[in-house]
C-alpha cells in the first residue's frame, strides 16, 4: 500500500503542474480497452468469510463527446486470508491436525480467496485539473453479478477426501446480483501510453451459497449475504481513437 500511496502523491503532481496550461480543445469521443489493479478490504459477510484481497481485470469504456461514460468489465478476485482457516477441515484431520494423502502421509493443504465480477457501467466525466476537456474527475455505477468460494489446493491432488464434489462440501460456493459504484480521476495524455484512471471503488453483493449441503456443518449452505468490498484502483486505458485534437496520437 505504501507504493500505491506514493505513486499517488506522484501522479497528482504531475496533474496539478499540468493544470496550469491553457488548452481549449473540445471533449471527443474516445472508445478505450483498459486493464486494472485494485487492493479490496471486505465488509458486511464478506469479513467474516475474508480478509483483504486484489482484484485485476480487462474493460472495455466509450468515453461520448458530451463526456458520458459506458462500458463493461471483468474482475477477478484473489487473496490468501481465509478467516475460517482450517476449522472447516477439522472433521476430516486427525488428532494431530493433519489431512492424510492416500499414500498414507500428511497431505499439504492451503486455502485461497477466489472469485469474479462481470458489469455494465455508466457514469460521467467532470472535466478539470488536465490539458484539455477529456481529462477530469468522474462517478460511475455498474450493475453485474459477483461470485467467490474458497478455494481448497492440495499439493500434488493426493488426498482423496478433498477431490471433485467432495471439495464442493467444503468450498462455500456463492453468487448474485451486484451493484458497484467508483469515483476517481481520468488523465489523458499527448502521448499514448499515459492515460490513466486513479479510482475508489465499492461493490455491494446480494448473494446466496449455492451449496445444498456443507460436510463441516452438516446444514444447508443455501444462506443469503449482503457481501461488500471497498478499495482503490489504477487503471491504464489504450484509446483505439488514431487521431486526437492539436496533434494528441493514439493507436
Known amino acids: 500500500m505504501r507504493i500505491v ?66 462500458g463493461a468489465e471483468y474482475s477477478y478476485i484473489f487473496g490468501n486470508n481465509v478467516k475460517y482457516g482450517f476449522k472447516i477441515l477439522e472433521g476430516i484431520m486427525t488428532s494431530t491436525g493433519n ?7 500428511p ?27 477529456n481529462s477530469g474527475f468522474f462517478i460511475t455505477a455498474g450493475l453485474g453479478y459477483i461470485s467467490h468460494k474458497i478455494r481448497i489446493d492440495v499439493e500434488n491432488k493426493n488426498a482423496p477426501q478433498l ?23 481520468m488523465y489523458f495524455g499527448k502521448h499514448n501510453l499515459v492515460n490513466f484512471t486513479i479510482a475508489f471503488d465499492v461493490y455491494e453483493g446480494f448473494t446466496r451459497g449455492y451449496r445444498e449441503y456443507l460436510f463441516d456443518t452438516r446444514q444447508s449452505g443455501d444462506e443469503k449475504r449482503f457481501d461488500l468490498l471497498f478499495g482503490p484502483r489504477v487503471t491504464w486505458m489504450i484509446p483505439l481513437r488514431k487521431r486526437m485534437p492539436r496533434e494528441y496520437y493514439y493507436y
Open 5 to 70: 500511496i506514493v505513486a499517488l502523491i506522484v501522479l497528482f503532481s504531475g496533474l496539478n503542474a499540468m493544470s496550469q496550461e491553457k488548452d481549449n480543445d473540445s471533449p471527443v469521443s474516445i472508445p478505450m480497452f483498459y486493464g486494472f489493479y485494485g487492493y479490496q478490504w471486505p465488509g458486511a459477510d464478506m469479513a467474516e468469510r475474508f480478509g483483504s484481497n486484489s482484484v485485476i481485470g480487462p474493460g472495455f469504456l466509450w468515453k461520448t463527446k458530451t463526456n458520458w461514460l459506458l
Open 107 to 133: 497431505a499439504v493443504v492451503a486455502l485461497f480467496e477466489r472469485g469474479y465480477t462481470i458489469s455494465g457501467r455508466v457514469g460521467k466525466l467532470i472535466p478539470a485539473l488536465g490539458h484539455d476537456k
Open 99 to 105: 489431512i492424510i494423502s492416500g499414500d498414507g502421509t
Open 163 to 185: 477431490k471433485g464434489d467432495y471439495s464442493r462440501g467444503y468450498d462455500r460456493l456463492s453468487g448474485g446480483f451486484l451493484l458497484s459504484q467508483s469515483v476517481g480521476y
